[in-house]
């Protein structure tokens, strides 16, 4: 009889061992390289091959650390996290397809950093570089979105009620993109906060940096640039655009920054509440006018009139 039990606990005991074990594989801190292997753990003498993998054994608030160049594959992340390249060379994403290069569906307490990444489209198919669909916050750093089909860099998720999300850019560069350089569309009735700084926004076919709001969205988006550059893209440099319905909000803040050769305007604000605040910025040679709609300047710009006269409000 004492055998018949000994024999039943040390089966439970092997049975929770193995349900357990999935969870314990999971690391605070894992490692990629060309030279890895999806079936490691993901390690830093056992790393791993792909970003998708390693965010898969990374703990949520943990980071993936980027060992030697390669291409690491596109990724979707779902909890907080950092994805870390701190000059190890070129860790790429390529883009194929209608696919996307880095997806961010996360919690809307998660928060996520990405930093050192290359993430190019091949142009054929609809290929979009970063999509940020939820979470907290996305802070990209020190990285380049370039030769995707569509957009660059996409914010078009939800935004709950009552929620404060944020979005962060310095140091990045963005081109040669078919749609937008960075496009920023939510739902929702939260609110959504945008900072760029020392970002290079050149030749997408459509606006370098562009801010919308839907008719029939209540939202807030404040966003600011400060010693930025969006020059020779096929629409505007800049736009925010705002119908004005239900008290929502579409304010954008330009601060020494740059907007040359873009194919319409310069800085554009479409619709009635769609604000535009202006301070010592260089703006010339734009295709239609330097900027219009309900635009503020503290009288320390640089600009040159396009076709079209701009509106300058004090």
């Known amino acids: 009889m004492n055998g018949c039990r000994s024999s039943v606990l040390v089966a439970g005991v092997l049975a929770l061992a ?10 605070a801190r894992t490692w990629v390289s060309s030279l890895g292997n999806d079936a ?10 792909t970003f998708q993998r390693a965010h898969d054994n990374t703990y949520g608030g943990g980071e993936m650390v980027v060992l030697d160049p390669a291409g690491y594959g596109a990724v979707t992340i779902t909890k907080s996290i950092s994805i870390i390249n701190d000059g190890v060379g070129e860790a790429g994403v390529l883009v194929s397809g209608d696919g996307t290069g880095i997806t961010i569906n996360a919690g809307t307490s998660d928060r996520v950093s990405l930093r050192g990444l290359t993430v190019k489209g091949i142009a054929f198919g609809d290929s979009n570089g970063i999509r940020f ?3 907290a ?3 990209i750093e020190n990285c380049a979105i370039r030769n995707n089909t569509g957009d660059g860099i996409q914010m078009l998720g939800n935004l709950p009620q009552g929620t404060k999300t944020t979005l962060t850019l310095s140091n990045t560069f963005v081109a040669d993109n078919g749609g937008n350089g960075i496009y920023i569309q939510p739902t929702g009735t939260g609110r959504l906060s945008v900072f760029l700084k020392h970002v290079e926004i050149y030749s ?10 839907l008719a029939d969205v209540p939202g807030v988006i404040l966003a ?4 930025s550059v969006s020059a020779n893209n096929g629409l505007a440099g800049f736009v925010t655009s705002n119908a004005g319905v239900n008290n929502n909000l579409a304010d954008l803040r330009i601060i020494r920054s740059v907007a040359v050769r873009n194919g319409s305007y310069g800085a554009q604000g479409d619709g009635p509440s769609a604000r535009i605040f202006h301070s010592e ?8 006018a330097d900027w ?8 320390d710009n640089v600009v040159g009139i396009g076709v079209a006269q701009h509106t300058d409000k004090q």
């Open 292 to 299: 219009t709609g309900v635009a503020f300047t503290y009288g």
């Open 40 to 49: 490691n753990d993901c390690n830093r003498l056992t790393p791993c091959r």
């Open 137 to 139: 916050s996305l802070s």
């Open 204 to 213: 997408n076919a459509a606006h370098g940096f562009a801010m919308a709001l």
């Open 18 to 27: 193995g349900s357990a074990g999935p969870a314990q594989a999971q690391l």
């Open 133 to 135: 669909n939820s979470g």
């Open 224 to 227: 600011m640039a400060v010693e």
């Open 281 to 288: 910025n260089l703006m010339l040679q734009n295709g239609i």
